[in-house]
């Protein structure tokens, strides 16, 4: 089970809205959602939870590029929304590395076939998520001048979403939304 909302910092605290992300495909339209959230440029954040899973926090101030973190880029490679926060540039790497060779069919096998070999540990699907690393990614200091530390951050687990909105005093605007 998935939750998603938006906090939008203003001069009165914090305004929730419950966000669908159903119509996001990509990190930039993540971010103009988020924009929408503040006419006025004001801090505007995405928080993203998977259930006992992996969340995720993306942080758009104005007309400045996202900021994002991600609690466990393997689980959230596995999900369509998390697939959404993990940018190559997030995962360093370089989006043209092989692009053109894994457009080729160099394998001898026909489109949809499998070639029936393992990649070297043993696990017939790394190679896709090969570059995926289990535990955080990201930006962990991304709440600190919020009042939560990248240690905080990075030890949150199950409800993070919820331990976020308490520790930016939002939790009641937050259930509003929930």
């Known amino acids: 089970m998935y939750f998603a909302a938006l906090l939008a910092r203003t001069e009165d605290g914090w305004?929730?809205?419950?966000?669908?992300?159903?119509?996001?495909?990509?990190?930039?339209?993540?971010a103009d959602l988020a924009r929408e959230a503040s006419p006025d440029e004001d801090t505007v954040l995405v928080l993203i939870e998977q259930e006992d899973a992996?969340?995720?926090?993306?942080?758009?101030?104005?007309?400045?590029?996202?900021?994002?973190?991600?609690?466990?880029?393997?689980?959230?490679?596995?999900?369509?929304?998390?697939?959404?926060?993990l940018t190559d540039e997030l995962l360093g790497r370089d989006p043209d590395d092989g692009d053109d060779l894994d457009a080729l069919d160099l394998d001898g096998t026909e489109d949809g076939e499998s070639d029936d070999e393992e990649t070297d540990d043993g696990d017939p699907v790394a190679g896709s998520a090969e570059s995926v690393p289990h535990g955080p990614v990201g930006d962990a200091q991304i709440l600190d001048d919020l009042g939560v530390s990248e240690k905080e951050l990075r030890s949150m687990s199950t409800d993070a979403v919820t331990e976020i909105a308490e520790s930016l005093g939002a939790s009641?605007?937050?259930?509003t939304v929930r």
Do not use: C, K, N, Q
């Open 15 to 30: 305004e929730a809205s419950d966000t669908e992300l159903d119509d996001v495909e990509t990190l930039s339209d993540l």
């Open 172 to 175: 009641e605007t937050l259930e």
């Open 54 to 85: 992996w969340f995720g926090v993306v942080r758009v101030d104005g007309e400045e590029d996202p900021r994002i973190y991600v609690s466990d880029a393997a689980a959230a490679a596995r999900s369509s929304y998390g697939e959404i926060l």
